[in-house]
């Protein structure tokens, strides 16, 4: 942060800001005493500085620059502030923005909705709702499927990440702490993520008779048919970074579509073609009735969307947000839309992805703690275990490398599930960014295991 910056603090009433003030530890121990709560442990990461930061280089507030692989948790599709995007908001800087985009007509959501139908996969007639988050994008379609259904149980799995709060929360399931004491909203009939590293019914891919669907009839038979949907992430995030087989995938479809029900593909954190497809669903062949999408679709605006079959509510005012899809929002996620799609983004992604799995392959060969590397397109994931025969989990291993890579090697990364690691880059990353991230992961997992 250089002068203006503190200016613009003190402008706002806050005179005791010095460039003295501008180390990590102050800031931390300042958030901690105000803000309730953080995701991420403040002993690893630094205070960002929120003046600085190009393309895949974010810095914290004492000058440090990381290499940003999180891509802001799949928010930055186009890394930061990317120059074209900065000077198309400066355009549109006096829309008048302030108008409620679900609760009056105006051109630009109109237009937003019919791209994302256009995009999503499927030829039926579709309709969208917005949203400012992800959660509300996978309850948006939650709330849809069990008014047009008239069910109110659903599908989920384990691991599964789909929101904190409300019925996305009752769906969700990958770290305790999330839901213990919450009461859970919405009754969830949950089986097993296709997880094929770890087969919960000990199969391996060559013999493997898709146990995992056998489950879901079984729990559907022994626990109730009354199924509004079936909530999928298409390649599992939060949980794990975990790549389920399209057969599987297909396999939780058809018996889904057998029961009557819906099926709701949540790609909150792999849709906005992060995986080389517009939706990740698109890879296991399945064509889904809903789709929620969020963080990259804004940008760095809290913007998401559900995705639904016509006419998705039995009348107006079934389901609404004041915020959503305000002019200036749907007008720059139509912008995004448009540059992923000019810039070939769905081709590069898949191609930036195959060589980053490569790559990292090499690393599991010369590393017995590298368990797995597995992703599509630029979501991938590296699963850290005690030895590869074993598998055992390695938690501990993870937290040591994660805090290596991010304070010695410079490299801003995230966990996922109790042992991954995970690579959700912004797609303007180059090859050679790509080189280096993965350098600095090998020297991490090296130095702390
Ligand atoms: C698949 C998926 N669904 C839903 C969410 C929730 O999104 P939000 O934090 O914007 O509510 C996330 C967030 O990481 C996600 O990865």
Redesign the pocket.
Known sequence: MDEKDIEIIKELGFEEITSKQMSNEYWKERAAKALAITTQDREVYGCLDHSRGEGVKIYDIEGREYLDVTGG?AVRALGLRYPPYLEFENRINDVVRELPGMDFDAIPQTLLAERLGDIAPGDHKKRVVFTT????A?EGCLKSAMDLSGRTRFVGFRPA????TGY?LALTASNHKHKNGYPQGIDVIRVSYPYCYRCPYGQQVESCNVECVEALQYALQVEGTDIAATVM?PLC??GGLIVPPPKAVQGMYDVTKEHGAYFIS?E???GMGRTGKWFAIEHHDVVPDYI?M??ALGGGYPM?ASIGPAPMFTGGSRHSETFSAEPKMSLLSLWILKQIEDGDYLKKNAEKGEYLLKRLEEVKENNEVVGDVRGMGLMVGIELVKDKKSKEKAPKLRDRVIKNAVQKQGLWILGSGQNCLRLTPSYIITEDELDSAVDKIEKAIKDSA
């Open positions: 948790v988050s992800g959660g509300r996978v990440f789909h929101g904190r996305a992430e995030g939060e949540d909150v954190q792999a929620s969020a963080k998401g």
